[in-house]
């Protein structure tokens, strides 16, 4: 199940689909099949592992990171082809969450495989943890990243917001960018700043793995935007609503946003419930007068704040990020 796990995190994140690995193992203990799920669209982990060990899966054990899926979606049921394989026996470690795949577990039972669930599950749990959260969900994680001062500001009396935070902070944003796979900012953000939203190199030349671009608001994108003359794809969600931006990214198989939004853009994910980390990157720096990093939220009396949890704090170049997540509500 190590060497399973091991195989499985090879796999990628973000994905519409979970990160999984399979081990077939002979009665004499030779392993005579490995693989992997390469994300969605792909064959499942099981069928890769059964395909390489063709016939000496007779009788084998197949460990694997997660139940085997029951359904047929884009691939078939992993459960039959275990069957119909001649596999003996099935360990798994951690159960299914999604309801259309579950059910792998008894259906090995009914065919008459030895079943053991359970084994090694936190570290299952652990590589997919994201995942599951997006399942349960059933809408794209979001992250809010900002910067202010030390004093709260994220923009100048004047308007005036770039930059906060120095070019190490900076390369940090887009180190982390390129660890989501769409960047959301609103059209106030596209007008008052042109960003490009696309992921740096720390010598200015472009990541080979773009996030998709995604710009939401009704507001037109002025032609010769930076944000569309860079490279990759830049959807357009003509909407203020972010349930149904969230909606629509979900459906383009997003599921871990970048949110780099301005103050009514943060507004609006922040009062829908819709944020669930931030990062901070708070600069020395004072500016007295001038714009928060977040419009309104309604909240009128300390008793009613939203209080996050940190998880974690460090020291970027100039300034500190601090990483706090919202409680499950
Ligand atoms: C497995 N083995 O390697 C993976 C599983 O759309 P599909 O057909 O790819 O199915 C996706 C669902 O199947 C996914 O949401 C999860 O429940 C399960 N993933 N199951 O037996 C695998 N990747
Ligand atoms: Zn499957």
Redesign the pocket.
């Known amino acids: 199940m190590r060497r399973a796990l091991q195989l499985a995190a090879a796999g990628p994140w973000p994905d ?5 690995g ?1 081990v077939v193992v002979a009665p004499d203990g030779t392993v005579v099949g490995e693989g ?2 390469r994300g ?8 890769e592992a059964l395909g390489a060990a063709g016939l000496a899966a007779r009788g084998a054990t197949a460990y ?1 990171t ?4 029951s ?5 078939g049921p ?2 039959d082809a275990l069957v119909e394989a001649g596999v003996a026996r099935v360990v798994f470690a951690q159960s ?3 309801p ?3 059910g ?1 577990a008894e259906r090995l039972h009914a065919a008459g495989l030895h079943v053991t669930g359970g084994v090694l599950a936190d570290e299952a749990g652990a590589l997919n943890d994201r995942w599951a959260r997006t ?1 349960a969900l059933g809408r794209p994680l979001v992250t809010w990243k900002l910067a202010t001062t030390l004093d709260g500001r994220s923009a100048a009396a004047d308007g005036t917001s770039q930059w906060i935070t120095d070019e190490v902070a900076r390369a940090d944003v887009h180190r982390l960018r390129a660890t989501r796979d769409a960047v959301l900012v609103g059209t106030g953000t596209v007008l008052a700043d042109d960003p490009r939203l696309t992921v740096r190199l720390p010598d200015g030349s472009l990541a080979p793995r773009q996030p998709l671009r995604a710009v939401m608001g009704l507001r037109e994108v002025p032609a010769g935007a930076r944000v569309d003359d860079a490279a990759g794809t830049v959807v357009r969600l003509t909407t203020r609503n972010p349930g149904e931006a969230l909606d629509r990214l979900w459906h383009r198989g997003v599921r871990d946003v970048w949110l780099e939004g301005g103050p009514t853009l943060a507004a609006a994910f922040l009062r829908a419930g819709l944020v669930d980390d931030v990062y901070a990157y708070v600069a020395p720096t004072l500016l007295g007068a001038g714009r928060a990093a977040v419009d309104d939220l309604g909240i009128g009396t300390l008793a009613d704040a939203r209080r996050l949890e940190l998880a974690d704090a460090a020291v970027v170049g100039g300034a500190v990020r601090i990483h706090a997540v919202a409680p499950p509500s």
Do not use: I, K, M, W
Request: aromatic content about 2%; overall charge negative; hydrophobic content about 30%.
């Open positions: 519409p689909n979970p990160r999984v399979c992997f799920h969605a669209g792909t064959p499942h982990a099981e069928a694997v997660l139940e085997p899926c359904h047929r979606g884009r691939t992993c459960a299914d969450p999604n259309d795949a579950a792998g399942v």
